[in-house]
């Protein structure tokens, strides 16, 4: 089978033709029918800082986000037949230790990530443990199916700061953010304000729901958050850009008694004056590492088969797998939202 390897620690990946995988006990083989490039693929392919200290083994198969069918079923494994049409849950959880075994197994202690510890999907088959690979309806397209991942962390997000008839923002209009305005409206937020340095992104997240857009180069963010909304402040916000100068107009955007949701990673230690902007404030802070296995799943299923979620707009690149190096070239460059390869 045809795969995008990374080999050696230098910048790229190769595209080979290898073995192709059987299932292993407790696996399934999945025939890859369509995979995404996501952030954490870049930091593999560009091999830098994060990824030198991620414990990775090289040679591997990059990509994480996809879906597919399954082909082979591996020994012991009851949850899925062949034909099963699936996307993949990135966060392997080890299934024994404390969170595992009390309902927080996506943040499992000894948490491992498919296509970072394990082989990936830039393949056109993939072995997968198959806790990780989740049903998901024929009425989803499979270029959707492969971004359901980081779209769960988005639904996630809006469903810990219960956006439903609030006014929020959206801070990082990247893929992540974009699909976090569309879960917004979806979950019926009353405004919807989107803040990024990129107009082209803007305008996309126009497209996907948000009723107002900040470029925060050009206006001061926080001040802009206040004015919206009357001198009150948004009752929440969804911070996915990781810059520590958003984060902090964010919070000064956002009103007393108001709910924050982290998911962009800072490169740098965060500066926060903890009185006025979180202890006074009585802000509720909530870290989102993915999606809980396995109520986001449902939850982003059931808004999908309903066409209440529309991240067509989010999607803007398909090509084949063969010019992966192009896709990742578009992604490097924050060209447009999701690129997906298809094997
Ligand atoms: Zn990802
Ligand atoms: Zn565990």
Not at 85 to 102: D, F, L, M, S
Not at 162 to 178: D, E, M, T, Y
Request: glycine share 12%; aromatic share 4%; net charge neutral.
């Amino acid at each position: 089978m045809k795969a995008v390897i990374k080999e050696g620690t230098n910048l790229g990946a190769e595209l080979k033709t290898i073995e192709r995988p059987k299932a292993k006990e407790g696996q399934v083989l999945i025939k890859i029918k369509a995979a995404a490039i996501c952030g954490t693929d870049i930091h593999i392919y560009q091999w830098n800082n994060w990824a030198q200290n991620s414990g990775i083994k090289l040679p591997a198969i990059l990509g994480h986000e996809c879906s597919g069918e399954v082909v082979e079923v591996g020994e012991g494994v009851k949850n899925l037949k062949v034909g099963d049409y699936v996307a993949c849950e990135t966060h392997i959880p080890c299934g024994t230790c404390y969170q595992c075994k009390n309902g927080q197994q996506h943040i499992c202690q000894k948490l491992s990530l498919f296509g970072v510890h394990t082989d990936g999907c830039f393949a056109e088959y993939a072995t997968i443990p198959a806790i990780c690979a989740v049903k998901i309806p024929q009425s989803i397209h499979p270029n959707v199916g492969a971004v359901l991942e980081p779209l769960g962390t988005s639904v996630r997000a809006n469903v810990e700061i219960q956006s439903s008839g609030k006014n929020i923002a959206v801070i990082g209009c990247g893929p992540i953010g974009l699909m976090a305005v569309n879960a917004a409206k979806a979950f019926g937020a009353a405004n919807i304000y989107a803040a990024d340095i990129n107009d082209s992104r803007l305008e996309i997240a126009k497209e996907l729901g948000a009723t107002d857009i900040i470029n925060s180069t050009k206006e001061n963010l926080g001040h802009k958050l206040v004015e919206l909304t009357k001198g009150v402040g948004v009752d929440a916000f969804i911070e996915a850009s990781g810059s520590t100068l958003a984060i902090l107009d964010g919070f000064k955007g956002l009103r007393k008694g108001g709910m924050v949701a982290l998911i962009g990673l800072p490169s740098k230690a965060l500066e926060i004056d903890l009185g006025s902007q979180v202890v006074f404030k009585e802000a509720k802070i909530v870290g989102i590492h993915g999606r809980r296995m396995f109520e986001t799943w449902t939850l982003m299923s059931n808004l999908l088969d309903k066409g209440l979620l529309n991240i067509d707009p989010v999607i803007t690149h398909v090509l084949p797998l063969e010019e992966f190096e192009k896709g990742f070239d578009l992604s490097i460059k924050g060209i447009g939202g999701k690129v997906i390869l298809v094997p």
